[in-house]
């Protein structure tokens, strides 16, 4: 039996309400559940606005046009980060400035990031690294305006507060392997009204919501379906469900990696802050010898997988680079992902640690255990 990294958990109710707009013939960017998913999401995340688009670069994009971000600005970023961030800084026109990331919650560092603000500096893009907020108060004490991309963040909290409501504008990724998950789809978040009213116009081809066909602005067209937005409705209506059904599925490794004693192979759980509540995107661990061990797991049809190289390595980045980046290096090299989703079975969970555990023991012997960061 073949292990998928991810599976689609999908509500009985956002399938109903998925065959209701096709039925209906709402099938595009306009319909009844687009607006039903944006109350129910906002809501969700304490916002006062919320904006559906097609994907979440969709929605780092549209955020970063609303804000009027571009040429001759830059924005701040992770070295460490699933790359659409980075790329949509250089779509505008800006320029991505790279900041190594901290031991205990592999987001921003943010001293690193006090050092590289300039005068130029418009923003501080804090991306919630595999569901882990950023420190937020940290970083708002450094000036520029921080947007916060929660993709991989659903259920997640920092001190408290839900991750989607710690910046200016936040952002969300629905693609099918996240917790809330419709396919593809995105949305923004907000309670900057007139933020929010730049940020629609824009989303709409810049058309006025007054005047049918008349464009007072240069838009796009970032709009969700409405049959990804009524999949959506359904999955948030069952948000706490999804979330603790990921959470459900960490708890599980978690015991298991522990009643293995794998930590004493050098196998370590990513940390998590005191004050973070973090989000199980991808249940993720790392080890000194990593493809050791990802190369038995898929010779036994197991699909776990290598987390992202830096985004300075990156060729179209690599020109932004300053220095190294050695806390972003040693976890891209050694962190990895293990098959992940909702409420997992336990013969599965069973049968990932027992191949890890086999493929721990073909890592070289009498060669140093790099160390996964300390709690804190």
Known sequence: MNVALSSLTLTEAARGYARDAIDTGWISGTGPYIRRFEEALARR??????????????????????????LGDEVVVPALTFIAPVAMVRAVGATPVFADIDETTWTLDPEQVARLVSPRTRAILAVDVLGHPCDYDRLARLGPMVIEDAAEAHGAAYRGRAAGSLGRVSIFSFHANKAIATGEGGCVVTDDDALHDRMRLLANHG??????????????????????????????????????GRRQ????YDERLRSRGLEMLGLTRRPVALWARESCWLYTVMHAHRESVLG?????????RSIWPTAPQQLPYREFARGSYPVAERISRSAMWLPTWASMAENILDRVVDEVAAGLETVPRGVPIASGGSQG
Request: with cysteine; glycine share 10%; net charge negative.
């Open 249 to 252: 599925t960490a708890a599980g």
């Open 296 to 304: 038995h797991l898929r010779s036994r049809g197991v699909d776990a």
């Open 45 to 70: 995340v304490d916002r006062r606005h919320a904006i559906a688009v097609s994907s979440g670069t969709c929605a780092l994009a549209l955020a970063l046009h609303g804000l009027e971000i571009g």
């Open 207 to 244: 058309m006025s919501a007054e005047r049918p066909y008349w464009h007072p602005v240069v838009g796009h067209n970032f709009r969700m379906t409405n049959v990804t937005a009524a999949i959506g409705l359904g999955q948030v209506e069952h948000w706490d469900e999804l979330i603790d």
